[in-house]
């Protein structure tokens, strides 16, 4: 009998230890940075959390914008630190206005940090980082963004937007593995942190990893790495590479141009609706009322199609085309629109399926042309 297919993944190889450098400069050039950037051995929340606790100190005063629980989570680590702050939340799922974040700023004698996420997973909204980052450099703070959602699916170049502390993840558009995260920090980023009394030895100092790590020339990680995920991310650079950077961020808007394209031409209108503010790897649609989620996404199921459900207090009220990674594509596009319209339709929802396809084929065939 021959050995099962998942015996492969054992028995990596160990990564070499001079191949971590170059691997983080290469990731640091997709995201158009001299910031420092730090491997976090863990999925990306680990990555929030520490930046959270690196930076925060009593005396502080932080602008932090809500538009997902992930937004939640950061002001609540945050406090947790004793950082005085002001949460800015948006309307349900929806993306933050950057006016709004402008009044709270000016609404504050002084303001030290403003933390904003990027893309939403959660929700598909995508809140206006641009904005957002040079008011907050204008007031003095330092600007912490969540990009995890958005890296590869969305332009974005750390240095001239004026990001100082970013948390990326290789998991969505990326493509590559979850169990592995980054942080990139700028020099003021790095200043803020040194101001933190020292709480080594933990997992989530960024000054920790900065000494154990940068400061002894970027050789191997401390800790135990794991080898099979930092191949992975390799592998996943490699392939990136090879498509170019700009080539990976279209076809992730196209996806995203076309999912809503099909959405209108079911006859609904998508969660999101201005597409400016709209996530190129997340498309949220509607729960029509008196239809539940849950059996909703079943129902896509059986047309052999992954709906995945809203977070937070919108969970019953959306559902969500995942197109990241390999997903930005033709195919995964058009069988996510139809399955979600097919399954509607189950449950007596009036939708035109046949034109919500021929949207989704339009919009490829207009890029193609």
Same mark, same amino acid.
């Given at each position: 009998?021959?050995?099962?297919?998942?015996?492969?993944?054992?028995?990596?190889?160990?990564?070499?230890?001079?191949?971590?450098?170059?691997?983080?400069?290469?990731?640091?050039?997709?995201?158009?940075?001299?910031?420092?950037?730090?491997?976090?051995?863990?999925?990306?929340?680990?990555?929030?959390?520490?930046?959270?606790?690196?930076?925060?100190?009593?005396?502080?005063?932080?602008?932090?914008?809500?538009?997902?629980?992930?937004?939640?989570?950061?002001?609540?680590?945050?406090?947790?630190?004793? &950082?005085? #702050?002001?949460? =800015?939340?948006?309307?349900? %799922?929806? !993306?933050? @206005?950057?006016? $709004?974040?402008?009044?709270? +700023? *000016?609404?504050?004698?002084?303001?030290?940090?403003?933390?904003?996420?990027?893309?939403?997973?959660?929700?598909?909204?995508?809140?206006?980082?641009?904005?957002?980052?040079?008011?907050?450099?204008?007031?003095?703070?330092? &600007?912490? #963004?969540?990009? =995890?959602?958005?890296?590869? %699916?969305? !332009?974005? @170049?750390?240095? $001239?937007?004026?990001?100082? +502390? *970013?948390?990326?993840?290789?998991?969505?558009?990326?493509?590559?593995?979850?169990?592995?995260?980054?942080?990139?920090?700028?020099?003021?980023?790095?200043?803020?942190?040194?101001?933190?009394?020292?709480?080594?030895?933990?997992?989530?100092?960024?000054?920790?990893?900065?000494?154990?790590?940068?400061?002894?020339?970027?050789?191997?990680?401390?800790?135990?790495?794991?080898?099979?995920?930092?191949?992975?991310?390799?592998?996943?650079?490699?392939?990136?590479?090879?498509?170019?950077?700009?080539?990976?961020?279209?076809?992730?808007?196209?996806?995203?141009?076309?999912?809503?394209?099909?959405?209108?031409?079911?006859?609904?209108?998508?969660?999101?609706?201005?597409?400016?503010?709209?996530?190129?790897?997340?498309?949220?649609?509607?729960?029509?009322?008196?239809?539940?989620?849950?059996?909703?996404?079943?129902?896509?199921?059986?047309?052999?199609?992954?709906?995945?459900?809203?977070?937070?207090?919108?969970?019953?009220?959306?559902?969500?085309?995942?197109?990241?990674?390999?997903?930005?594509?033709?195919?995964?596009?058009?069988?996510?629109?139809?399955?979600?319209?097919?399954?509607?339709?189950?449950?007596?929802?009036?939708?035109?399926?046949?034109?919500?396809?021929?949207?989704?084929?339009?919009?490829?065939?207009?890029?193609?042309?």
């Amino acid at each position: 009998m021959p050995a099962p297919a998942y015996n492969s993944l054992l028995d990596t190889p160990t990564y070499p230890a001079e191949r971590y450098a170059p691997l983080a400069d290469r990731l640091k050039r997709l995201l158009a940075t001299e910031s420092d950037l730090l491997f976090i051995q863990a999925e990306a929340i680990l990555s929030l959390e520490a930046i959270a606790t690196s930076i925060a100190r009593p005396g502080l005063s932080a602008i932090n914008v809500i538009t997902s629980p992930y937004g939640a989570y950061f002001g609540a680590w945050l406090r947790r630190g004793g &950082v005085a #702050v002001t949460d =800015v939340v948006a309307e349900p %799922g929806q !993306p933050i @206005a950057a006016s $709004a974040v402008k009044a709270a +700023i *000016a609404a504050l004698p002084s303001v030290d940090i403003v933390a904003v996420v990027h893309g939403e997973a959660a929700n598909g909204a995508l809140n206006p980082i641009a904005t957002i980052a040079a008011d907050a450099r204008a007031a003095g703070a330092l &600007v912490v #963004v969540d990009a =995890v959602a958005s890296f590869g %699916g969305h !332009p974005l @170049a750390i240095d $001239a937007l004026g990001i100082d +502390i *970013a948390a990326i993840g290789p998991q969505k558009a990326l493509g590559g593995p979850v169990g592995l995260s980054a942080v990139t920090v700028s020099a003021r980023g790095w200043a803020a942190i040194g101001k933190v009394p020292s709480f080594s030895p933990s997992i989530l100092s960024l000054q920790e990893l900065k000494e154990n790590w940068l400061d002894r020339g970027r050789g191997v990680l401390p800790g135990t790495p794991s080898p099979l995920e930092f191949w992975a991310l390799e592998a996943a650079i490699d392939r990136i590479e090879a498509e170019g950077l700009e080539t990976l961020v279209a076809r992730h808007q196209l996806a995203a141009r076309a999912s809503r394209a099909g959405l209108r031409a079911l006859g609904l209108e998508p969660w999101i609706r201005d597409d400016d503010a709209a996530s190129a790897l997340v498309t949220a649609a509607p729960v029509p009322a008196g239809v539940d989620a849950e059996a909703l996404i079943a129902a896509a199921g059986r047309f052999g199609v992954a709906l995945g459900r809203g977070f937070g207090d919108i969970k019953d009220r959306l559902v969500r085309f995942d197109h990241t990674g390999a997903r930005a594509a033709f195919p995964s596009v058009v069988a996510a629109v139809v399955a979600y319209g097919a399954a509607l339709e189950g449950f007596g929802i009036a939708v035109d399926v046949g034109a919500a396809a021929e949207a989704v084929a339009r919009s490829y065939a207009k890029a193609a042309a």
